[in-house]
Each structure stands twice: as C-alpha cells, then as structure tokens.
C-alpha cells in the first residue's frame, strides 16, 4: 500500500502581532539556511535517482538526508504562511515543532523512477497553480491575521492543505514517496484516516469546511488567470522555481 506524506500542524490559540508584522523579516536567516540545504538536497536527490533506478530504492543515508530537509522546509513554509507562530529551529529534526511531517519511503517502480520528472509534470502544474493563486491572497491574510491575532479556521485549513499538497509533490519528485500527489481538496472524515498513523492533529484528516474549500477553488481561478495575463504560460519553469525551497512560495523568499 502506497503511503501518501502526513502533515500534522498544530496552531496556536493566538499569534503573536509583532511576529506576524514581520514575518518576512524573521524568515530571512531561514531561507539563506534552506538554500544552502536544498543545494545538498539537489545532490542528493541526483545521486539518488541513479542508485534508485539499480536499487529499486532510495540509499538510506539520501532518503534520510532528504525527509529531514523536506521537514525543514515544511517547518519554515509553516511559519511562512501563518500556520504557526513559534520560530522554526536551525535544526533538520525538529520533533516538537507544532509542524510536522512523516513519510514512509520504501520500494520504488524502476520505470516510474526512470520517468519520474515527466510524471510529476501534472501534479507540479497544480502546484504551481495553486501557489500562484494563494500568493495573490496572501497579503489579505496577513492583514486578517494582524488585526485578529489570530489564522481563521478557513484560512489555516485552506493554507494548510496548500502546504500539504506541496510537500506531497516534493516528496513525490524526490524519490521519497512512491505515492502520487493527490487530495489538494481535503480528505473525507474516517476514509482518509488510519488511527495507526498515530495521533492526530487538525490537519490529520484535514476534513475541509466549505469557506475553506471555496479559498482553494479561489486559489485555482487566481493561479490560472496569472498565468493567462502573464502570456508565459511556462507551468514548469514556474514550479521549478518553487522547488528552490520545495514548499515555500516564490514570492516569500
């Protein structure tokens, strides 16, 4: 059974104002850091490739490498996007940071490692899109958030299920899930959810309410009509991009 990559995130009660107005601020450090980190990663995941396509899997040492960095990354887009409001650490293990991801990597289909890139073309469209789309709503959050001190439920599911998805797609593209991207939209309450994952938390089942939902359909429409106004019509340059610092909008950085 494929195991698709969990994200827990658990908020806090309320945000701290001075930290949400300066958040881009805060992060600076923190995106120097995963630069650095995912030129390790770019390597790691090359390497990875080869020895996938004779291995049937990924080498121990990358697969491990590779989840800790994806968490990283997950932690810092968290903190990003106003999921959370506690500092990432400067650490690739970091089990106590209210964002937090687990992953399962195992066998990999030699063929589906051979064309890997080209599969994931859909799924890295879709991310693109849905970035693009919640960049542009962004700074309405963000305002939201520094006058209520707090992320609204919708807000948090629907960027919640944004950083999910992404982090989903990254896994996928780097060799550490065999599991295809999917449920950009929620999972369904019990089907989606195996108690022997652990314990859960609001994003595990992330059972959408409909506001929630709606911002997703609006994060679609705006990411699409982006690219139609901007004439580059270029999805995987953009995506690529994106994968810099695997689950961090471009635009934050």
Sequence with gaps: MEFLPVLDVFPPERQRRWTVLVRLILLIPQFVTLWVLGVVAALAVILGWFAALALGRLPVSAAGYLTSYLGYAARVAGYAMLLVDEYPPFALDAPEYPVRVEFQPGPLNRVAVLFRVILAIP???????????WLVCAFFFWVIVLVLGRTPLPIFQASAAVLRYGLRVQAYLYLISSAYPKRLLGDQPYRDYDPAWGAGSPTRPLVLVSAAQWLLV?????????????????????????NTSTMVPAALK
């Design 123 to 133: 799924a890295a469209v879709v991310q693109a899109v849905v970035y693009g789309g």
């Design 218 to 242: 609006l994060f679609i429409f705006f990411g699409v009509a982006g690219e139609v106004l901007s004439g580059s019509g270029n999805w995987t340059d953009e995506s690529t991009t994106m």
